[in-house]
C-alpha cells in the first residue's frame, strides 16, 4: 500500500519541483528550436473519474466509455462522439489497434472493445480492424494498416525509463533489442518505418493504475501503482508520454519524500521531439485541458 506522506504536502511537492523535473530530471527540452517545434501548440486531454475502478479494482466500463466519448470530444473539438471519430477514421481505412499485453499491467481489454466498436460505429468494417501487440509484424490487418490507434499504460520501465507510447511501437521492430542503447532514446526511428509512418491517428495513454517505481527487468509491486482514474488522449504521442512522464515525476516525489528522478531519464520523449520531429515535449508546447475529478491531478 502508499506509504504516508503527510510530512510533506502536495502542493509543497508541485510547487518546489514536479514542474522542473519535468525538463532537467526527465530530459525534456524548453527551447523552441526543437525540430518538432512548427509553431503549434500540441492538444492534450487529461480527463479522470474517482469511480471508473470500483472498490474491487474492477474497471467500470461505463464510466470508462464516459471518460473516452468526452475526452475524443474535446480532442477534436467536435460536436457529438461520432463525428469526432469520423475525423480519425474513414469506412476506408484498414485500423490496427496497438495495444500493449504485458501481464502486470496491460490495456484492458475493455477499452480495447470500446475502441474497436467505435471504429465500426466510424464506418470501419469489423474485419478491417484488429487489436494486436507482439504479433503486429504478423497480422495481416496491420501489414495492410492504413490508420493506427495506439493505447497502452504508463509505466516506468528498466530499460527506457518509462514503457511510454512512444515505446508501445517496438514491436513494429524486426530486431527490437537493437533499440535498447542509451535508454532506448531511437525508439523515434521506429516511428519514421514505412509500415506507421504517418498512420497514428490517436494515441491514449492509459492511466487508471499506473506504476510509478519499479527495480530490475519486468518489476512489478502493487505498493507502486494507484488509482489516478485518467486517460490521457493526443494524436501527439511526444506530447502525450512528456504530460504522463511529468505526472509520473511528481507521485515519486511524493511517495518517496524526497527528489527521486526517474531511472534511467526516459531521453527517448525528449529525442522524440528534438531529433525525430514527431511531436512536442515541453510544457510550453502543450495545451493540456483537465477534465473531470480534480483531486491529486498531481500536474
Not at 500493449?100 to 475502441?115: F, K
Not at 525508439?187 to 493504475?209: E, S
Request: charged residues 25%.
Amino acid at each position: 500500500m502508499e506509504k504516508d506522506c503527510r510530512v510533506i504536502t502536495r502542493r509543497d511537492f508541485l510547487l518546489a519541483g514536479a514542474f522542473a523535473a519535468a525538463g532537467g530530471v526527465i530530459g525534456l527540452p524548453f527551447t523552441r528550436s526543437a525540430q518538432g517545434w512548427n509553431g503549434k501548440k500540441s492538444r492534450v486531454v487529461l480527463i479522470r473519474d474517482k469511480n471508473v475502478i470500483d472498490g474491487s479494482g474492477t474497471i467500470q466500463g461505463t464510466v470508462l466509455e464516459k471518460m473516452m466519448d468526452q475526452a475524443v470530444k474535446t480532442l477534436m473539438q467536435a460536436p457529438d462522439v461520432a463525428t469526432a471519430w469520423r475525423d480519425f477514421v474513414a469506412p476506408s481505412d484498414v485500423v490496427g489497434i496497438k495495444s500493449n499485453v504485458w501481464h502486470h499491467l496491460r490495456t484492458p481489454r475493455v477499452l480495447e472493445a470500446m475502441i474497436r466498436a467505435k471504429l465500426m460505429e466510424a464506418g470501419v468494417e469489423e474485419k478491417n480492424i484488429a487489436v494486436d501487440d507482439r504479433g503486429v509484424l504478423r497480422n495481416p490487418v496491420f501489414q495492410a494498416c492504413t490508420a493506427l490507434i495506439n493505447t497502452r499504460p504508463m509505466r516506468t520501465h528498466d530499460w527506457s525509463g518509462l514503457g511510454t507510447l512512444l515505446k508501445n511501437y517496438i514491436m513494429f521492430a524486426p530486431r527490437p533489442a537493437e533499440y535498447h542503447g542509451n535508454a532506448c532514446e531511437k525508439l523515434g526511428a521506429i516511428w519514421k518505418f514505412p509500415l506507421v509512418k504517418d498512420k497514428t491517428r490517436l494515441n491514449v495513454l492509459v492511466m487508471l493504475t499506473p506504476q510509478f517505481h519499479g527495480v530490475g527487468p519486468h518489476s512489478f509491486s502493487r505498493d507502486y501503482v494507484w488509482n489516478y482514474s485518467g486517460l490521457i488522449l493526443s494524436k501527439d504521442p511526444v506530447a502525450a508520454d512528456a504530460t504522463g512522464a511529468r505526472i509520473i515525476q511528481a507521485k515519486r516525489d511524493l511517495f518517496f519524500q524526497t527528489r527521486s528522478p526517474i531511472s534511467p531519464p526516459p531521453h527517448h520523449i525528449s529525442t522524440a521531439d528534438s531529433r525525430f520531429g514527431l511531436g512536442n515535449s515541453s510544457p510550453d508546447r502543450i495545451e493540456l485541458i483537465k477534465l473531470g475529478w480534480d483531486e491529486g491531478i498531481l500536474i
